[in-house]
């Protein structure tokens, strides 16, 4: 008996070293990896949207391709960067963020402004009514069921 209790406490204790290994591997952006597919079909289709809704010249595309490109190498070599804390690597993303946004308005034009503007609104309408209905949804199935009102039949 003792010997399956030491057994198993060692079994134990070696899957708890384990559990305390944080591997440390580059970040690649690939449609490979599971999470990334989950943020590439999350947020992609939307921006794909956007896009085909601005009318974009041939110019412009190939103008935001170039730009999307260099953010992509900017982007990579952040997270690969083991010497920030990953609060300089968030602070670092949201400054590329702020940059990209601003070199997009300075690629389309007025109209395509005012197109995207709008579209920007409609989506985070279509954002606000989707978690408005999680929420009720997850309210409603939290909240017991009141008994209904027996009906008397007279």
């Not at 384990?18 to 943020?39: D, G, H, I, L, Y």
């Not at 939307?46 to 900017?74: I, V």
Request: aromatic share 2%.
């Amino acid at each position: 008996m003792k010997k399956i209790i030491l057994l198993l406490l060692v079994v134990f204790m070696g899957q708890l070293s384990f559990a305390q290994v944080k591997e440390n591997k580059p970040v690649e952006f690939s449609k490979k990896t599971p999470e990334n597919k989950m943020r590439h079909k999350k947020g992609m289709h939307e921006k794909r949207a956007m896009m085909k809704a601005l009318n974009l010249t041939e110019e412009q595309k190939a103008k935001l391709k170039e730009m999307n490109a260099g953010n992509k190498e900017k982007k990579l070599a952040i997270l690969n960067d083991s010497k920030l804390t990953e609060e300089q690597k968030k602070e670092q993303l949201r400054a590329i963020k702020k940059g990209q946004v601003a070199n997009m308005q300075t690629i389309l034009t007025d109209e395509q402004k005012v197109k995207m503007k709008e579209i920007k609104m409609k989506m985070k309408e279509a954002k606000k009514n989707r978690r408005e209905m999680k929420m009720k949804k997850e309210a409603g199935e939290s909240k017991p069921q009141e008994a209904a009102p027996a009906v008397q039949n007279q």
